[in-house]
């Protein structure tokens, strides 16, 4: 049947099984046939399939990301559920009765493309995970028309330039992974000032981003979280010897002026008994001398 050695035959019979096993049983007819290997195909009832508009996108994606073909987006990426696109997760949208992607998972896998903007077509992503690969370019501001985005995780690739300040409109985020990256300039204040809402955000090893804890100051000045860190403490340690200092001061000084003021006290009491003791012994005298004057002369021989 199949014409030569080496040669593949393809059977094509549709068969009925009842339960999970499939018995095959194959008869030589002629000499010693031998058979390297058998493929069985399973038909599925035709299911829902996955919105166009998002079975697009995701071709774009593969193409701008070079996606290695043992991953094998080909065909439906949600249909059959048994089988989906490796590293994509679906949902049945209720509307519309079609599968939508929330979420793709395509970490540490060694692409080397960039991100496309066609991305922000899949609407309904709450999770994307493409870190420790070698993406690279800029970040697309097109990533905030993904409202249902809430982990997006792009660490550990080549992203450069600067972080869209559009990412801020993404209020759903919760993890933000931008790390080891060389990306540059200001962290967006929209961003930055969620870091207090139990978000996620990491933005560490970016040699050029500044503007939060952590990172360098915007505008030059070359210091490290860790440096700045250490100039706020000696300053404080600085201030607490100055108002110590101050303190000890000026209780000294109050010491001194009291014991002045004490002694200033002692020494007018002292100048004042001198005075009168000065005065009765003058009194004295006197009152002895007209004494004397009164008696008349005494004369000594």
Not at 78 to 99: E, F, M, Y
Not at 182 to 188: A, C, D
Not at 253 to 262: E, F, G
Request: hydrophobic share 35%; charged share 15%; with cysteine.
């Amino acid at each position: 049947m199949s014409g030569d050695r080496y040669t593949a035959l393809v059977l094509n019979k549709t068969v009925s099984v009842d339960g999970r096993t499939l018995t095959i049983t194959l008869t030589p007819k002629q000499g010693r046939a031998m058979i390297s290997a058998i493929e069985i195909f399973e038909v599925i009832m035709a299911e829902s399939k996955t919105s166009p508009e998002e079975v697009s996108a995701l071709q774009t994606l593969k193409k701008a990301l070079g996606l290695p073909p043992r991953l094998g987006w080909n065909g439906d990426p949600c249909v059959p559920q048994q089988h989906p696109w490796s590293g994509v997760d679906c949902q049945l949208d209720q509307n519309s009765s079609k599968w939508v992607i929330d979420g793709i998972g395509l970490d540490n896998q060694g692409l080397k493309g960039f991100l496309p903007n066609d991305i922000s077509r899949l609407r309904n992503l709450q999770t994307l995970n493409l870190s420790t690969n070698g993406i690279y370019g800029e970040i697309p501001s097109s990533l905030s028309n993904l409202t249902s985005l809430q982990v997006l995780d792009l660490s550990y690739n080549f992203f450069n330039g600067a972080i869209p300040e559009s990412l801020g409109q993404l209020t759903s985020l919760q993890i933000l992974n931008l790390n080891g990256n060389g990306l540059s300039g200001s962290v967006p204040a929209s961003l930055g000032g969620r870091l207090l809402h139990r978000a996620s955000f990491n933005f560490t090893d970016n040699r050029g981003l500044c503007g939060i804890p952590g990172l360098a100051r915007c505008g030059g000045d070359g210091l490290s979280g860790g440096d700045r860190a250490g100039i706020g403490l000696g300053v404080s340690l600085m201030v607490v010897a100055f108002v110590s200092g101050s303190v000890c001061w000026w209780k000294r000084r109050n010491n001194i002026l009291r014991a002045q003021q004490i002694a200033g006290r002692s020494s007018a009491y002292a100048k004042a008994r001198t005075h009168y003791s000065r005065d009765i012994q003058m009194t004295r005298h006197h009152h002895h001398t007209h004494t004397a004057h009164e008696n008349g002369p005494i004369l000594l021989s």
